[in-house]
């Protein structure tokens, strides 16, 4: 039986067990490296947050994205977006240098075990652990509005479902929502040549602003420090102080976790989407129907606030309208396992101070967790905390349970960083 069994190979999941592996624990690790990143966002896509604040975390902080940039001639540089493609291959980087060997299956079943748990793969093999960290990002948690519901999925499809656009050239497409991946998506989407519009509820786009330079006056900095989401106190205190904000009360932190960093787009992709997208704004869809006689099409419902209603005809929507993080989603939970976790007002798993739901030895990572330690968990930066917090948590669910952590031989647990590490100095010495 192994002391820790990760699943999920994205940030979070190969943070996780990169920590682990340092702390000696006898782990096995399931997924595909970065997964949704290489697979579920279309190519042509940037990376929204700094690079420095990227980074995937190993307990000495050598395997960081500006040093695998630099090793392919690149530089990370504050306030230039790293694109979408770089960022998917500096985490397979990091997984083959800073992580033990991760078995791609996918996880369809844990369960509860005398001693911990069993984990059953895709191919029907069980494998058991006494903890287990789950760190399944976002695709389970996928979120469309319900009056698409029901819709055929070759007309109505979520931003996470493409990895690339091009079976919409030439067609028609309307996006719902107004963050982030919406603005992204419909400025992909027109300069290959569809016809896109944006549908929005909120009366205005919202804009980030060109972040500050890094190196400026002390008192500019005083007056808002740089973070890893962004300018100013509070954003600091979300990225840097997850710890602290966990200890604020249940309702407060239901109330920022919901409302703090809403949707906006990155100011490098305004440019791209004014001149080029129809922007419908204030705008939400009441009902949808395929259009009748095999048209191929759907025809949008919408309503304003004032509750004027009208129609548009479109031929595929695309919703980008983010995740709900519930315990309910949660599908490859044991009914048993699923039912003894305690949930907070918003529906999500509450979890203690080291990551840990209220089932002993599950612990949760990722965006499932931001209603316990707040928007930070929604970005990769939130990794580097998780990833140390939760594995002092399980070495000390561990010690409770009387076992001790297994440690792991120091050449069977080093061999596969090792090879990858020999391997990338052989790769950046010619890239040199």
């Known amino acids: 039986m192994y002391d820790l069994l990760v699943v999920g190979a994205g940030p979070y999941g190969l943070s996780i067990a990169s920590h682990a592996a340092g702390a000696g624990l006898r782990q096995r690790v399931f997924g595909r490296p970065m997964a949704s990143w290489r697979d579920h966002m279309p190519r042509g896509m940037y990376l929204k947050s700094e690079p420095w604040a990227s980074n995937l975390s190993d307990p000495d902080g050598r395997w960081r994205l500006d040093t695998y940039c ?241 129609t548009l005809e479109t031929e595929h929507v695309i919703a980008a309208t983010g995740f709900r993080a519930t315990t309910d989603r949660m599908g490859l939970l044991d009914a048993e396992l699923g039912a003894g976790l305690g949930t907070l007002a918003d529906g999500s798993p509450a979890v203690g101070r080291h990551f840990e739901s209220s089932y002993p030895g599950l612990f949760l990572a990722g965006l499932v967790t931001a209603s316990g330690f707040g928007p930070a968990m929604r970005f990769v930066h939130g990794a580097t905390f998780t990833a140390e917090t939760l594995v002092r948590g399980v070495r000390r669910r561990l010690r409770a349970r009387g076992g001790g952590a297994v440690v792991v031989p120091a050449p069977a647990s080093a061999s596969a960083s090792a090879s990858g590490r020999r391997e990338e100095a052989v790769r950046s010495r010619s890239a040199g």
């Open 70 to 310: 630099a090793g392919r001639g690149v530089e990370a540089r504050h306030g230039e977006p790293i694109p979408l493609e770089m960022f998917a291959a500096y985490g397979q980087w990091f997984a083959r240098n800073a992580v033990p060997e991760v078995d791609e299956r996918t996880i369809t079943r844990v369960a509860p075990v005398a001693g911990g748990f069993e984990a059953v793969t895709e191919d029907g093999q069980t494998v058991r652990a006494r903890t287990v960290a789950l760190a399944v990002g976002v695709l389970p948690f996928v979120e469309i509005p319900a009056a698409l519901h029901g819709l055929d999925p070759d007309l109505v499809s979520h931003s996470s479902h493409h990895g690339e656009l091009d079976r919409f050239r030439g067609r028609d497409v309307t996006v719902i929502g107004g963050g982030q991946a919406a603005l992204e998506t419909a400025a992909l989407l027109a300069e290959q040549g569809t016809r896109v519009r944006v549908l929005a509820r909120a009366d205005q786009l919202t804009w980030n602003d060109v972040p500050p330079a890094w190196e400026r006056p002390w008192w500019r900095s005083v007056r808002a420090p740089h973070s890893g989401l962004g300018c100013g106190w509070r954003n600091w205190f979300y990225s840097e102080r997850p710890g602290l904000y966990h200890r604020l009360p249940e309702p407060t932190r239901a109330r920022i976790a919901a409302t703090a960093l809403g949707p906006a787009g990155a100011w490098w992709v305004r440019a791209r989407v004014e001149p080029a997208v129809e922007v419908m704004l204030g705008q939400e869809v009441a009902q949808a129907r395929e259009l009748a006689g095999g048209a191929g099409g759907v025809r949008l419902e919408t309503v304003s606030r004032s509750g004027e209603r009208s």
